[in-house]
């Protein structure tokens, strides 16, 4: 066990600070949609940043940015550290930016430190984790370990149909370094993230050791009916996509209990065209996200919305079509990396517990590359996507501390 690894919680300090005005809200958010031109700032910086730190900088085919920390022997499989810097729509600025800068700290902290580690260690920024502007979410990540084509990834578009190669193309994060682990493969990764739930500002615990994460399904529903005016047409001579789709809609709020006492739905997205006042919906789009740590509740899940879509169309006439837009297991992180956060935590002297992860994360795609490992620091009040989110700079401090210890026991375990 090392206890000689110190954070400059300065030098922490301010940079979150400074990352936190890159997309920022008037309420204290932030609003840095992947590849846009906030993401591009916050990017730039970090470059600069790994640069100032000594680290040799890798930018890859799906714009996922490496800092790689040259230390012990340099054929061997490097530990990778790191989260992502892109956020949700008004979303918080602790989501995945307190990630990608514990382990930047965490990293020269180890570098700073008398201890010298067996292998190299990377410090990386995941494109496209949360999703929302262009699908599949834990997009970068899922490139990096072949769950999803890189080719595909790139094609993705967001609502205005641009792709995901052009704004990397625009904000120059179209990187030369194929999008893959190094030939020597990864030794083991870690991330921290907030909670994004309420376990440990309840119970005043400072970090939880992540055991696994919920699997999730997404599925984008599109319901056809027929425009018409909404004042002669008679009720029963109608095709309303919209009150299909809400019929639908209130069946899959009906549905997590029936499949797990910890599933859960949400429409978080709903589009209806014409989208008139006085004109029956031609057009009804919604998209689900479905999750529990019962991955065989999430496919039935799946099956069940599909069921309730096709009957609801059928009482209004409608056509449909349901996009399994992604799909990610539920997981358990690695015994090895826990049992290194268990010792990390230990070192650190800093009070933890174990949790499930609700959240998807970049962790889950690696944990099918190598050893995955997670912590987390509290979200006050479990608030998170969304400007509220909020995490006591103590307890960012904390979890900095025992992320820096768990990564240079992983760094130096044989
Ligand atoms: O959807 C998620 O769980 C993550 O925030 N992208
Ligand atoms: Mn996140
Ligand atoms: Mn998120």
Same mark, same amino acid.
Do not use: K
């Given at each position: 066990?090392?206890?000689?690894?110190?954070?400059?919680?300065?030098?922490?300090?301010?940079?979150?600070?400074?990352?936190?005005?890159?997309?920022?809200?008037?309420?204290?958010?932030?609003?840095?949609?992947?590849?846009?031109?906030?993401?591009?700032?916050?990017?730039?910086?970090?470059?600069?940043?790994?640069?100032?730190?000594?680290?040799?900088?890798?930018?890859?085919?799906?714009?996922?940015v490496f800092g790689r920390y040259?230390?012990?022997?340099?054929?061997?499989?490097?530990?990778?550290?790191?989260?992502?810097?892109?956020?949700?729509?008004?979303?918080?600025?602790?989501?995945?930016?307190?990630?990608?800068?514990?382990?930047?700290?965490?990293?020269?902290?180890?570098?700073?430190?008398?201890?010298?580690?067996?292998?190299?260690?990377?410090?990386?920024?995941?494109?496209?984790?949360?999703?929302?502007?262009?699908?599949?979410?834990?997009?970068?990540?899922?490139?990096?370990?072949?769950?999803?084509?890189?080719?595909?990834?790139? =094609? @993705?578009? %967001? $609502?205005?149909?641009?792709? *995901?190669?052009? &704004?990397?193309?625009?904000?120059?994060?179209?990187?030369? /370094?194929?999008?893959?682990?190094?030939?020597?493969?990864?030794?083991s990764f870690l991330e921290l993230?907030?909670?994004?739930?309420?376990?440990?500002?309840?119970?005043?615990?400072?970090?939880?050791?992540?055991?696994?994460?919920?699997?999730?399904?997404?599925?984008?529903?599109t319901v056809d009916g027929e425009?018409?005016?909404?004042?002669?047409?008679?009720?029963?001579?109608?095709?309303?996509?919209?009150?299909?789709?809400?019929?639908?809609?209130?069946?899959?709020?009906?549905?997590?209990?029936?499949?797990?006492?910890?599933?859960?739905?949400?429409?978080?997205?709903?589009?209806?065209?014409?989208?008139?006042?006085?004109?029956?919906?031609?057009?009804?789009?919604?998209?689900?996200?479905?999750?529990?740590?019962?991955? =065989? @509740?999430? %496919? $039935?899940?799946?099956?069940? *919305?599909?069921? &309730?879509?096709?009957?609801?169309?059928?009482?209004?006439? /409608?056509?449909?079509?349901?996009?399994?837009?992604?799909?990610?297991?539920?997981?358990?992180?690695?015994?090895?990396?826990?049992?290194?956060?268990?010792?990390?935590?230990?070192?650190?002297?800093?009070?933890?517990?174990?949790?499930?992860?609700?959240?998807?994360?970049?962790?889950?795609?690696?944990?099918?590359?190598?050893?995955?490992?997670?912590?987390?620091?509290?979200?006050?009040?479990?608030?998170?996507?969304?400007?509220?989110?909020?995490?006591?700079?103590?307890?960012?401090?904390?979890?900095?501390?025992?992320?820096?210890?768990?990564?240079?026991?992983?760094?130096?375990?044989?």
């Amino acid at each position: 066990m090392h206890d000689d690894v110190a954070i400059d919680t300065d030098r922490f300090r301010e940079r979150f600070e400074a990352y936190a005005e890159f997309g920022a809200t008037d309420a204290g958010g932030l609003h840095r949609l992947a590849l846009s031109d906030a993401d591009r700032r916050a990017r730039d910086r970090f470059v600069e940043d790994l640069r100032d730190a000594g680290l040799d900088v890798r930018i890859d085919e799906l714009g996922n940015v490496f800092g790689r920390y040259e230390a012990g022997d340099p054929d061997a499989a490097p530990v990778l550290v790191g989260s992502h810097l892109d956020s949700q729509p008004y979303g918080g600025r602790f989501d995945g930016q307190l990630g990608v800068l514990t382990a930047l700290e965490a990293v020269q902290a180890i570098a700073e430190s008398p201890v010298e580690p067996d292998r190299p260690v990377e410090v990386v920024n995941w494109t496209n984790e949360e999703g929302t502007r262009f699908q599949p979410s834990m997009m970068g990540s899922s490139g990096y370990v072949g769950y999803e084509p890189v080719e595909e990834l790139l =094609d @993705a578009t %967001d $609502r205005d149909g641009v792709s *995901v190669r052009e &704004e990397l193309e625009r904000i120059g994060y179209d990187g030369d /370094a194929p999008c893959e682990p190094p030939e020597a493969g990864v030794h083991s990764f870690l991330e921290l993230h907030v909670e994004q739930g309420p376990v440990l500002d309840d119970e005043g615990v400072p970090v939880a050791i992540v055991d696994g994460v919920y699997g999730l399904s997404w599925l984008r529903v599109t319901v056809d009916g027929e425009a018409n005016h909404a004042g002669p047409t008679p009720m029963h001579d109608r095709s309303d996509a919209l009150a299909a789709a809400t019929d639908a809609i209130r069946e899959v709020n009906r549905l997590p209990q029936q499949l797990s006492a910890d599933a859960v739905a949400t429409v978080g997205e709903l589009a209806v065209e014409p989208n008139s006042i006085n004109v029956i919906p031609a057009r009804a789009e919604f998209t689900v996200d479905l999750r529990s740590y019962d991955d =065989d @509740a999430v %496919d $039935r899940g799946v099956e069940r *919305v599909e069921a &309730e879509v096709a009957a609801a169309c059928d009482r209004h006439g /409608a056509d449909y079509e349901v996009e399994r837009v992604s799909r990610h297991h539920s997981l358990s992180f690695s015994d090895r990396v826990r049992d290194a956060a268990d010792r990390g935590v230990a070192a650190a002297g800093v009070d933890a517990r174990h949790l499930v992860s609700g959240a998807g994360h970049d962790a889950q795609h690696l944990q099918t590359l190598t050893d995955a490992g997670m912590l987390f620091v509290p979200s006050v009040d479990g608030y998170t996507h969304t400007e509220a989110e909020y995490t006591e700079w103590a307890d960012c401090v904390a979890g900095a501390r025992a992320f820096a210890h768990t990564a240079l026991e992983l760094a130096t375990e044989n």
